[in-house]
């Protein structure tokens, strides 16, 4: 147990859909069809799922997070993926999400822990725990920036966009307004400031049922726009595709948009992007600690099997490094266009 003390796009000739719930969508068909190699490369990225439970509710949300989700990491959990850090110095980067990772009881614990052992930590965080707090217990966590820029973390927001309309449709009412505030507070202690060295990363997500646009021309578009009336500075703007599961997939469903969305990321399967794919450097670790090839194969119950099932209480790297990685038809996409992982684009 640790002790915290010590120590380019193509067109493929598949079958159309003949319905929405029917799924010809052959991953590991296109990846072979390219004569593409994506088995693991290396393990340099711990991402763990500390909780579902979650301050907002987004349509896009493919973890089906929310205020009235209850699962959450318990503490010998926790203390297995510090061991899994201490034992592995290849694994360099811890990658904290959720829900809103912020409200598992152990998440202060978690991150001191690993800033201890030299790790990166990365937080998502939804910008607006910061000013709602804790949606069962009213707990405030008006104390998120200062604590984050002691511990010198990367702080990775989501912001569906510049201005309020969009945001607050994608996300919930007064979204926007509160995260601008929350941002605000992170600059105000040297997240995204020139020179602090203190990283403030945000997140686009499509609202709707397309691709993002280029990563580059989005990023100047949100710095321009948001430095200008609000007064806000950030780092970098990573763009990620909506993933056509759970809730965006139910939405899809709904508006008789899942064929089309599935069409149009099939035909911008892009192989170059393919070969850069999260999971084969990535490890996620559900709340429970089982392990999956990636955050999406995690809410897909794809669990990880080298002999056995494997979770933090069983990790072995070797065996993860000659696994084989799970694909459906949901990981078309992270291949579309230019790619897309939790750091934004691939190529």
């Not at 393990?43 to 089906?64: E, F, S």
């Not at 990166?120 to 104390?143: A, D």
């Amino acid at each position: 147990m640790y002790q915290p003390d010590k120590i380019l796009t193509s067109t493929l000739d598949l079958p159309v859909l003949q319905s929405a719930s029917d799924l010809p969508y052959n991953f590991q068909q296109v990846v072979n069809k390219h004569h593409l190699n994506l088995s693991p490369l290396s393990i340099d990225t711990l991402q763990v799922n500390i909780t579902k439970m979650c301050n907002q509710a987004c349509l896009h949300c493919h973890v089906d997070a929310s205020p009235k989700r209850t699962e959450s990491m318990d503490l010998r959990t926790v203390n297995a993926c510090l061991e899994i850090l201490q034992n592995h110095p290849e694994i360099i980067n811890l990658d904290i999400t959720g829900g809103a990772p912020e409200l598992n009881p152990h998440f202060d614990y978690l991150v001191i822990e690993a800033k201890k052992l030299g790790k990166h930590v990365m937080i998502r965080h939804n910008l607006t725990v910061t000013l709602e707090g804790h949606p069962t217990t009213s707990e405030s966590k008006e104390y998120l920036p200062a604590f984050f820029a002691e511990h010198h973390v990367e702080v990775i927001s989501s912001l569906p966009y510049y201005q309020e309309f969009f945001t607050d449709k994608q996300r919930g009412k007064g979204v926007f307004h509160k995260s601008i505030e929350s941002a605000l507070r992170l600059n105000s202690v040297g997240f995204g400031m020139p020179n602090s060295g203190l990283l403030f990363n945000l997140v686009y997500n499509p609202v709707g049922s397309f691709l993002p646009a280029p990563q580059a021309n989005l990023e100047q578009d949100f710095k321009l726009e948001l430095r200008t009336k609000y007064g806000i500075e950030f780092n970098h703007l990573f763009t990620m595709t909506n993933m056509p599961i759970h809730r965006f997939k139910d939405n899809l469903q709904r508006r008789g948009a899942f064929q089309d969305y599935m069409d149009k990321l099939l035909h911008a399967f892009n192989p170059t992007a393919a070969g850069g794919i999260m999971c084969r450097s990535l490890i996620s670790v559900g709340y429970d600690g089982s392990l999956y090839d990636c955050d999406f194969n995690q809410m897909l119950d794809m669990n990880i099997h080298a002999g056995e099932k494997m979770t933090v209480f069983n990790f072995d790297a070797q065996k993860l490094l000659q696994r084989n990685i799970l694909f459906a038809s949901h990981c078309f996409g992270c291949t579309a266009g230019a790619g897309s992982s939790c750091g934004g684009t691939i190529s």
